[in-house]
C-alpha cells in the first residue's frame, strides 16, 4: 500500500532566509461552493412567489381591456381590442369618480393628521424624560393590539353623539387615531436613532423647541416619515370596516364600499368588464406608491438598524 508523502522541505542555505517563494508549490485551493444550494432554493423561492404576485395583477389589467363574452371564452388570452369604455364606463356610470374622490379626501387628509400628530408625539416620547413617559409609550403599544372590531359598536355611538356620522371630517378623526398607534411606535425607534448633538447645536444658538424639531429634526426624520406614511397610507386606503360602520351615506362613500357596491350592480347587469376597470382603478394608486417610494421605505425601515 503506497502513501503519498509530503515534499520535504529545502534545506536553507547559511545565513540566507527562506521564503514562501522557495517553498514548493502546495494543491490548488479548492473552490467553495457553500451556500450555493441555499441560494438557488431561496431565489427559486423568490421566483416563485414574484410569479404569484404579479400575475394576479396583470391578469386583472388585461381583463379589464376585454368585453364580457372575451372574459369566459378567453380568460387567459391576450385581448384582441383594446376597450377603453370599460373604463369610462366604470368612471361615470358606476360613481367611481365620486368614490375616489372621497377616498383621496379622506386618507389625504388623515395620512397628513397622523403624520403630523405622531411625529410630535413620538419626538417628545424619544428625546424627553419626564415622569410618565414608559407609561404613555406603553399605551399606545396597547393600542396597536387592541381589535377594532371590539370598537366599532362604541366607536358608533361616540361619533354619533359628536355629530360626525356620515361626514368625511369624522372619518378622518377616526383614520388618525386608528393609525396613531402604530405610528408613534414607529417613529419613536426612529427617532432615537438621530443624533442629538445636531439638536443641541441648535437649542446653543436660541432655537426653541417647536424650531428644532419643525426645521432640523423633522427633515432628518424624512427616511421614517416616508416609511410610516407607506404603510398607512396602505391601510387607510384600503380601509372597509370602518367607513361601512361610520360612513352609510351613498354620496359619501370611499373606493372600498364603492368597488363593494359596484361588485353587486355589475354582477346582477353582467358588466364584468366594467367591474375590472373599477378594480384597476382602485389598485393603481396603491402601485404607484410603491414603485415611487420603494427606495425610501427600505431606507426608513434600515436606518435604525445602520445607526
Known sequence: MKTTESPAPVPAESGVPVTKADLP??????EKKEGTVLN??????????AFMVVMPLLWAVMTSFKDDRSIFS??????????????SRAWTEANMSDYFLNTVLVVGGSLIGTLVLGSMAAYVLARFDFPGNRFIYYLFIGGMSFPIMLALVPLFYVVNNMGLLNTIHG?????IAYSLPFTVFFLTAFFRTLPTSIAEAAFVDGASHSRTF??????????????????NFLGQWNQYMLPTVLNTDPDKR?????????AV????????SGLFAGLVMAMLPVLA???IFQRQVVQGLTAGALK
Open 74 to 87: 378567453s380568460p387567459w388570452s391576450l385581448p384582441d381590442t383594446l376597450h377603453f369604455d370599460n373604463w
Open 265 to 272: 350592480s355589475q354582477g346582477y347587469k353582467g358588466d364584468w
Open 40 to 49: 438557488a432554493f431561496s431565489h427559486g423561492i423568490l421566483v416563485i412567489w
Open 25 to 30: 508549490p502546495g494543491p490548488p485551493p479548492k
Open 289 to 291: 406608491a410603491y414603485i
Open 254 to 262: 370611499v373606493l372600498t364600499q364603492g368597488l363593494v357596491q359596484l
Open 171 to 175: 372619518l378622518i378623526l377616526v383614520y
Open 214 to 231: 419643525f426645521q432640523i429634526m423633522l427633515p432628518m426624520a424624512k427616511p421614517g416619515l416616508v416609511s410610516v406614511g407607506i404603510f
